[in-house]
């Protein structure tokens, strides 16, 4: 059974859950880096006017998606960046390596234009899940 929407969010205390949903790894991820944004900021005003490539080696899968996470907070945070789009390909190196190669797409934050939703502070390793069964679910916490 494939869910309705990429990705939904659940309780936690103080801080923020979801579950990002795809019928691989790699839609799994982008939709979890969707929900990530959509925590920052409204993300249907984002518009496509830059992208950014990123590479992520990492030594499992959770491992790759913390990173992978991580990173682009990173770079909202150093660059003022914000993305609504994302291509992941993500492959397996030897029994301990995982390497993410991704594109993601927006545009530079605009308070003008763009709403201020939540300060996204970390991405969590607490509750953090990947599930496959007809397909793959993803859960996250961000500490905001």
Avoid: C
């Avoid at 579950?19 to 691989?24: D, F, H, I, L, V």
């Avoid at 914000?82 to 492959?91: D, P, W």
Wanted: aromatic fraction near 12%.
């Amino acid at each position: 059974m494939t869910p309705k929407t990429p990705f939904e969010f659940f309780d936690v205390t103080a801080d923020v859950g979801f579950r990002a949903y795809g019928r691989n790894l790699e839609e799994a991820f982008e939709n979890a880096a969707r929900a990530v944004f959509d925590t920052i900021t409204d993300m249907k005003r984002i518009k496509k006017q830059l992208s950014k490539r990123i590479t992520i080696e990492s030594e499992d899968e959770k491992a790759l998606l913390y990173d992978w996470l991580t990173e682009l907070l990173f770079i909202h945070d150093s660059e003022d960046l914000i993305f609504s789009q994302f291509q992941v390909k993500i492959r397996k190196e030897g029994l301990d390596r995982f390497v993410l190669e991704a594109e993601a797409s927006g545009e530079e934050f605009d308070p003008t234009i763009h709403e201020i939703r939540d300060e996204v502070k970390a991405v969590t390793f607490h509750l953090m899940k990947i599930q496959r069964e007809h397909g793959y679910t993803v859960q996250v916490i961000l500490d905001t």
